[in-house]
């Protein structure tokens, strides 16, 4: 039997990329973005888009190892961001993965497993950017409660990627050596890990939150330390 991935928001960036690994692997792989292209077009944030798209997969493949939660937010601050622009921000983020999740409970083949595309930013912020980081937040503490409620017939862990450059643009100076790691993030560095976790050798790893961020976020800043100047 086929191996069989789905992938929200899988049109570029780190979904893409992902996609493109499951498919070296030979992984029937079904992608979900509002963006035009040859994959099912819809929108994450409508309920009956998504069980239509549910419906379609099992239709055509009557059971799923892999779903990969990656459609991205919006980012708006407090001051800007409207009631509705929030609560859409939520619903890409947070009531899209769980309602995805469960809508192929009953279709994962054992062992199957759960990946939701959280951000280093459930873990700290930038000024004006509270309808994303809420639903990173969100997204991150909606893994280890599906990890409890789902094993040990599926697996659940979460990726909080940092600085991620999806055009796998090289950076030098100030933006490279600001990370531990020497450089900015690209999409094989998530869709790397991603590909570990759904493997058997990440068998006894569920519930958790990965950072793969270079380090950025263990880095402690003061003025005037380690080549930083506030000014």
């Known amino acids: 039997m086929s191996k069989v991935a789905v992938i929200t928001g899988g049109a570029h960036g780190i979904g893409k990329a992902t996609a493109e690994e499951f498919e070296k692997l030979g992984v029937k792989t079904y992608i979900i973005d509002k963006a035009e292209g040859n994959h099912y077009v819809g929108d994450v944030s409508d309920k009956m888009t998504l069980e239509k798209f549910a419906a379609y997969v099992i239709e055509k493949e009557g059971h799923i190892d892999y779903l990969v939660n990656n459609a991205l937010p919006i980012m708006k601050g407090v001051d800007e961001c409207t009631y ?115 493997s058997d050798k990440a068998g006894f790893i569920t519930g958790e939150n990965i950072a793969v961020d270079g380090g950025m976020t263990k880095l402690m800043i003061y003025h005037d330390d380690n080549g930083w100047s506030l000014e």
């Open 84 to 198: 509705e622009e929030f609560e859409y921000a939520l619903r890409v983020g947070v009531t899209a993965p769980f309602y995805l999740s469960k809508l192929f409970v009953p279709h994962f083949a054992e062992g199957g497993v759960i990946i939701n595309i959280s951000s280093s930013r459930d873990r700290m912020s930038q000024p004006g950017t509270e309808s994303y980081t809420a639903a990173k937040g969100g997204i991150s503490a909606l893994t280890h409660a599906l990890a409890v409620s789902l094993g040990p017939k599926v697996r659940v862990n979460s990726i909080s990627p940092g600085w991620i450059d999806t055009d796998y643009t090289e950076y030098s100076g100030p933006d490279a050596y600001q990370q531990p790691a020497g450089r900015v993030g690209n999409p094989k560095d998530i869709a790397n890990l991603i590909m570990f976790l759904c």
